[in-house]
């Protein structure tokens, strides 16, 4: 008798964890929709369970209290599902952890957000607004900002290990970068409070993402030959790339840092000044010696008219001005002894 009976203590043992997820489900699905109606606070486990439909000694067994409640609701919502296994063990976030290309990467990584802040975005909401009162809401909720800033700082090691990151940006500060923009502070503000759609904050956090992570491309225009008349006009864009380091550091690599410092040496080191003089105009310095040769012969005749009128002092003066600037005008200036 006993041999025919073992057979079905594993059904037994599957079909038990079967109710207690479909309770644990009944339950955490009763309060969030209490939550959103009453709030955090407002809400009881008694409410919950008379929602769920579930005993109260079942509600305080499976999650201890409204808080653990509250946490089970946000890991189902981060995750999707009851499953567990670990966020960084999931394939898409395996997936977007292994991608080579890094435009790719900080495109998957947009889209994740979007996918996991859709759901979990009003718990968080829910969450925040329970810990300016109850300080075990504080502290989960610090620890769940802690789990996620060491989730997205693999997304920063990543780009770094494969040299991805512009030149000057540091792994630590780009883990900082994505922690913030990717957060959901901001995506609740643009979304709930701004009225943006998912569409619109994913393309938004994808594109600030490649900005301030990755190294600014050239455009065309800036790669034409020195005889080009926009030649001069890319110093913006190249402010982002290891012009001096070549490939070392956090350069992107040989192929594609070769093409701005060609650029850059082919560029014309003429100056608005030596346009001008090219055209047939006369520059700054040319109306100076003309003027000043006209002050010199007027300074001279005053000074002869002086004299024969009898003026000495007046005739000294205008002897001494101009030999004064005839050896000042012989000195080197500030600029020519640089």
């Known amino acids: 008798?006993?041999?025919a009976v073992k057979p079905s203590r594993p059904y037994q043992g599957a079909a038990r964890q079967a109710r207690t997820r479909r309770t644990r489900a009944a339950v955490t699905a009763a309060a969030r929709s209490l939550f959103a109606e009453r709030g955090y606070a407002a809400t009881t486990i008694e409410a919950i369970s008379d929602r769920?439909?579930?005993?109260?000694?079942?509600v305080y067994r499976l999650f201890s209290s409204k808080l653990g409640i509250l946490k089970a609701l946000l890991d189902v919502s981060v995750a999707g599902d009851d499953e567990a296994v670990a966020m960084l063990d999931r394939p898409p976030?395996?997936?977007?952890?292994?991608?080579?290309?890094?435009?790719?990467?900080?495109?998957?990584?947009?889209a994740l957000v979007r996918e996991v802040m859709t759901r979990v975005g009003p718990v968080h909401r829910i969450l925040a607004d329970a810990a300016r009162s109850d300080p075990d809401a504080a502290?989960?909720?610090?620890?769940?900002?802690?789990q996620r800033h060491e989730g997205q700082r693999r997304i920063a090691s990543s780009l770094a290990r494969s040299g991805a990151l512009r030149p000057g940006l540091a792994e630590r500060d780009a883990a900082?970068?994505?922690?913030?923009?990717?957060?959901?502070?901001?995506?609740?503000?643009?979304?709930?409070?701004?009225?943006?759609?998912?569409?619109?904050?994913?393309?938004?956090?994808?594109?600030?993402?490649?900005?301030?992570?990755?190294p600014r491309e050239l455009p065309d225009d800036c790669l034409r030959s020195a005889g080009s008349p926009r030649a001069g006009d890319c110093s913006r864009?190249?402010?982002?790339w290891d012009v001096g380091k070549g490939t070392s550091g956090n350069a992107p690599g040989a192929g594609r840092s070769a093409a701005p410092r060609a650029?850059?040496?082919?560029?014309?080191?003429?100056?608005?000044?030596?346009?001008?003089?090219?055209?047939?105009?006369m520059s700054g310095t040319g109306w100076g010696i003309l003027l000043g040769i006209i002050y010199l012969v007027l300074l001279f005749t005053l000074a002869v008219l002086s004299f024969r009128k009898g003026h000495w002092v007046l005739g000294l003066i205008g002897f001494i001005f101009p030999i004064l600037w005839i050896i000042g005008a012989m000195l080197p200036s500030r600029y020519e002894r640089r």
């Open 52 to 58: 769920s439909d579930t005993p109260q000694a079942t």
């Open 1 to 3: 008798m006993s041999e």
């Open 176 to 214: 900082d970068v994505i922690h913030a923009l990717a957060s959901p502070e901001v995506h609740g503000l643009l979304v709930y409070d701004r009225g943006w759609t998912s569409d619109r904050h994913e393309e938004w956090l994808r594109q600030i993402l490649i900005d301030q992570l990755l």
């Open 93 to 110: 976030v395996r997936a977007l952890l292994s991608a080579e290309d890094p435009k790719d990467q900080l495109a998957g990584l947009a």
């Open 263 to 281: 650029a850059q040496a082919a560029a014309p080191r003429t100056g608005p000044v030596r346009g001008r003089e090219r055209r047939g105009h």
């Open 139 to 146: 502290s989960l909720l610090a620890e769940i900002a802690r």
């Open 237 to 240: 864009f190249r402010s982002g």
